[in-house]
């Protein structure tokens, strides 16, 4: 019996690492036992509360048919008695006050506050659930082939005249931000949000990539200059005014320059620090390359988690290209 319960327990542990059930759970997909504490609106955010369908209920009475026959009893008997007066006929009393009310029906209406269709509309249900994961993203390089799009090795070296574009995914209802850094002059590029997508609404949706630049629009493409390209990823659980896109800016389709000190303090001090991440509590998984003693092949892909519980508001991380001659 010990041999039987020996040799199944040998098949069960054989069977989680062909399954890679026994593997740690990716912290990108992972959900919390509690959910998080949020903190005290940074400087430079705004809090984006629950944004839900405000009801409005309105009230009114009608007086049923039946009400309105019992009245008419009442007037015609009332008008009938010897020992009122005629002013007493007219006058209702205490007593008719009270049944009359008892026969009134309350009729209710309902009107909905209309809502900004830009913004994105969160049940309560969704909103909790954004609260039982780490705040992360994943990012991917693409590269186009034939007129495909394909996962590029983002270690690589890349040359100049090679295009690429980003595919960016995060994993709870986010703003998301991508600014651009030109290494010689310092100057800053808002990428995304951007008006020729997502009519220029920073707003994402978990689990549902984008690509930047979209497809039918120009991808980047690298100058003759060598050296690193920059691009920070901010995604974050609060607005970031500074980065957001006015109307203006959208209708005349340009692309709006961030100054160093439109950044709220914390933000510029990581993007322009030489760390990747923000914070030690990020968590980096780079699937870029094929894990040894496997037959997986290598995604292509980086996933990057804060699993800080002091302060789980947003990522600041800093892709950094290399661009060779």
């Not at 009310?101 to 249900?125: A, F, I, Q």
């Not at 040359?159 to 960016?168: A, D, M, N």
């Not at 990747?276 to 998984?285: K, T």
């Not at 780079?286 to 995604?299: C, F, L, R, S, V």
Request: glycine share 6%.
């Amino acid at each position: 019996m010990y041999r039987q319960g020996a040799r199944a327990l040998i098949f069960v542990l054989f069977a989680f690492s062909i399954l890679g059930l026994g593997q740690q759970l990716n912290p990108f997909t992972a959900v919390l036992t509690e959910p998080i504490t949020r903190s005290e609106v940074k400087a430079g955010r705004k809090r984006d509360t629950l944004k839900i369908k405000i009801l409005e209920t309105t009230t009114e009475s009608k007086i049923t048919a039946e009400s309105a026959k019992q009245n008419h009893s009442r007037s015609k008997s009332s008008s009938t008695a010897s020992n009122q007066t005629k002013s007493n006929r007219h006058k209702p009393t205490k007593s008719d006050q009270e049944k009359q009310e008892k026969v009134v029906t309350t009729e209710t209406t309902t009107k909905s506050t209309p809502v900004d269709s830009n913004t994105v509309t969160l049940t309560p249900e969704e909103s909790a659930l954004d609260l039982r994961r780490n705040i992360g993203i994943k990012y991917q390089v693409l590269a186009e082939k034939d007129g495909e799009l394909h996962p590029d090795n983002p270690n690589r070296v890349y040359h100049s005249g090679e295009s690429f574009r980003l595919k960016i995914e995060a994993n709870i209802n986010a703003n998301l931000y991508l600014v651009a850094e030109d290494a010689r002059t310092g100057e800053r590029r808002l990428l995304f949000p951007n008006y020729k997508y997502q009519r220029g609404v920073e707003r994402v949706r978990p689990f549902s990539p984008i690509v930047v630049p979209p497809l039918g629009q120009p991808a980047f493409t690298l100058d003759n200059v060598p050296g690193e390209e920059r691009i920070a990823v901010i995604c974050s659980r609060d607005e970031i005014p500074a980065l957001q896109l006015a109307p203006v800016e959208a209708a005349s389709g340009v692309i709006k320059l961030v100054a160093s000190r439109a950044l709220p303090p914390d933000i510029e001090k990581t993007v322009g620090s030489q760390d990747e991440a923000g914070s030690r509590d990020f968590v980096i998984i780079d699937e870029t390359e094929q894990k040894a003693g496997t037959n997986k092949p290598a995604e292509l892909g980086v996933y990057v988690v804060n699993t800080s519980k002091r302060d789980n508001e947003e990522i600041v991380y800093v892709i950094r290209l290399k661009h060779g001659d």
